[in-house]
T-cell receptor
Framework: DAEITQSPRHKITETGRQVTLACHQT?????MFWYRQDLGHGLRLIHY???????NKGEVSDGYSVSRSNTEDLPLTLESAASSQTSVYFC???????????FGPGTRLTVL | GQQLNQSPQSMFIQEGEDVSMNCTSS?????WLWYKQDPGEGPVLLIA?????ELTSNGRLTAQFGITRKDSFLNISASIPSDVGIYFC??????????FGPGTRLSVLP
């Protein structure tokens, strides 16, 4: 069955370190998204991609970057982790722009 | 940016009761989605709505796309313990990405 996976599921890191969170989908979806989820907030869009080599900034993109070298993967990189980036990160994908998004299981990141 | 309001923020109900929650926006949306999130998991799609006035069911769940296109409603009938979780709405303005509400946390008491 097609699915979307994230790794690691849990990560603890130190302030200033570079961290990369992986997202892999086997739906063959064109669109992929990264969100962060914090208490009291809905899911907030960090970056998104509508296809290979395409990346776009979302609502809360500062301190994050993504690259899309193939259809299946959209890794999220925190260039220099900050305590404010402690959060749960979700990756999602959709086939067409107006289509529903399917979410991965999430990565809980703690920055000490 | 766009914002969605969900009401109520949290609710405690008895098993067997019906549940109603809603999502409102100041902007018009073309698509409404309802998701459920269990602890430690990603959101799972429950219902998708694409047309104003549309009423769609998925088992005990029924959702409606408001006529004004600025709101949506989710009802759960005869609640059971596994309904516990956080329910999120998401709306998509024309030509823009989805916006997510802050969620309604549902607790079901036996």
């Amino acid at each position: 069955d097609a699915e979307i996976t994230q790794s690691p599921r849990h990560k603890i890191t130190e302030t200033g370190r570079q961290v990369t969170l992986a997202c892999h989908q086997t739906w063959n979806h064109n669109n992929m998204f990264w969100y962060r989820q914090d208490l009291g907030h809905g899911l907030r869009l960090i970056h998104y991609s509508y296809g290979v080599q395409d990346t776009n900034k979302g609502e809360v993109s500062d301190g994050y970057s993504v690259s899309r070298s193939n259809t299946e993967d959209l890794p999220l990189t925190l260039e220099s982790a900050a305590s404010s980036q402690t959060s749960v990160y979700f990756c999602a994908s959709s086939d067409q722009f107006f289509d529903t998004q399917y979410f991965g299981p999430g990565t809980r990141l703690t920055v000490l | 940016g766009q914002q969605l309001n969900q009401s109520p923020q949290s609710m405690f109900i008895q098993e067997g009761e019906d549940v109603s929650m809603n999502c409102t926006s100041s902007s018009i949306f073309n698509t409404w989605l309802w998701y459920k999130q269990d602890p430690g998991e990603g959101p799972v799609l429950l219902i998708a709505l694409y047309k104003a006035g549309e009423l769609t069911s998925n088992g005990r769940l029924t959702a409606q796309f408001g006529i004004t296109r600025k709101d949506s409603f989710l009802n759960i009938s005869a609640s059971i313990p596994s309904d516990v979780g956080i329910y999120f709405c998401a709306g998509q303005p024309y030509g823009q990405n989805f916006v997510f509400g802050p969620g309604t946390r549902l607790s079901v008491l036996p």
